[in-house]
């Protein structure tokens, strides 16, 4: 058999040899080369889908702040009408029982006679009550500063507007109309 290989060792048979030896080794390294990059398209793989898991979880985290947000926004929108309307309603009653009690003070001042001295400007009857003091106690004379009732009646009844609005327009400022429920842990809710 050894006088047979050198007749295959010939320079062809040594180039086919070499050359399937250099096709081996190249064929080696590409399956290396093909695992490295397999291993890579999977790792990218892998980071890619936990890429868009953590976004889908920030998207719907946000969309759960929103309607957190939508709702809290909604609670405190109906908190704070609820008080102003409490506030308006109080006000009106308030602002038509002391109008009642002027409006019967002038009654009853002109079914005692007092309405024509008063009308004429120059009687001694009580003067309408104070805007702050509704029906509770008269003023005298040095008071009425020579005004017919009807006059009194109507400046009594703007000057009881007037406090009363005042009165509404101080409750209706004093409302919160702040979120603090619904305020966000670790933010700067100011």
């Known amino acids: 058999m050894i006088p047979i290989l050198p007749r295959f060792l010939n320079w062809q048979g040594a180039f086919g040899i070499a050359a399937s030896l250099a096709l081996l080794g190249l064929l080696l390294i590409q399956k290396g080369e093909t695992r ?6 999977e790792g990218s793989e892998s980071s890619y889908r936990a890429e868009q898991s953590a976004h889908a979880q920030t998207v719907a985290n946000y969309r759960a702040a929103s309607e957190i947000a939508r709702r809290s926004d909604a609670a405190n929108r109906e908190r704070v009408v609820a008080a102003q309307r409490d506030i308006s309603e109080r006000t009106i009653h308030d602002y038509e029982a002391r109008l009642g009690d002027a409006r019967t003070v002038a009654d009853r001042m002109r079914s005692h ?3 024509a001295a008063a009308d004429r400007g120059g009687g001694r009857a009580a003067i309408m009550p104070p ?12 008071a009425q500063g020579g005004l017919p009732l009807t006059d009194r009646l109507i400046a009594t009844e703007q000057a009881i507007q007037l406090d009363e609005l005042i009165k509404w ?3 209706q400022g004093a409302v919160d109309n702040q979120d603090h429920e619904g305020s966000i ?6």
């Open 113 to 115: 006679g007092g309405a």
């Open 131 to 142: 805007a702050g003091s509704a029906s509770r106690q008269t003023v005298g004379p040095a």
């Open 185 to 190: 842990p670790g933010a700067d809710n100011r």
């Open 169 to 171: 327009v101080k409750a």
């Open 36 to 41: 490295h990059w397999r291993k890579q398209a």
